[in-house]
């Protein structure tokens, strides 16, 4: 089982995917403004990805 959290993101090129959160730990040389450097799944490309809102219509999670 998987017990990180998860959170949604969208990449700088519209992508949106979900990655692992690391509480108290994204504040190193990767971490710009509110959003992060990430390896983007879909164009395998470093970008930087900030967190997406999610509503409850989205499958019930928020």
Same mark, same amino acid.
Do not use: K
């Given at each position: *089982?998987?017990? *990180?959290?998860? +959170? @949604? @993101?969208? /990449?700088?090129?519209?992508?949106?995917?979900? +990655?692992? +959160?690391?509480? *108290?730990?994204?504040?190193?040389?990767?971490?710009?403004?509110?959003?992060?450097?990430?390896? /983007?799944?879909?164009?395998?490309?470093?970008r930087h990805a900030v967190p @997406?809102a999610v509503t409850a219509g989205?499958?019930?999670? @928020?």
């Open positions: *089982m998987d017990s *990180m959290e998860r +959170t @949604v @993101v969208r /990449c700088a090129e519209g992508h949106v995917f979900s +990655t692992a +959160t690391f509480p *108290m730990q994204n504040l190193g040389a990767g971490r710009i403004g509110p959003g992060r450097l990430l390896r /983007c799944p879909r164009c395998a490309r470093l @997406v989205a499958g019930g999670r @928020v």
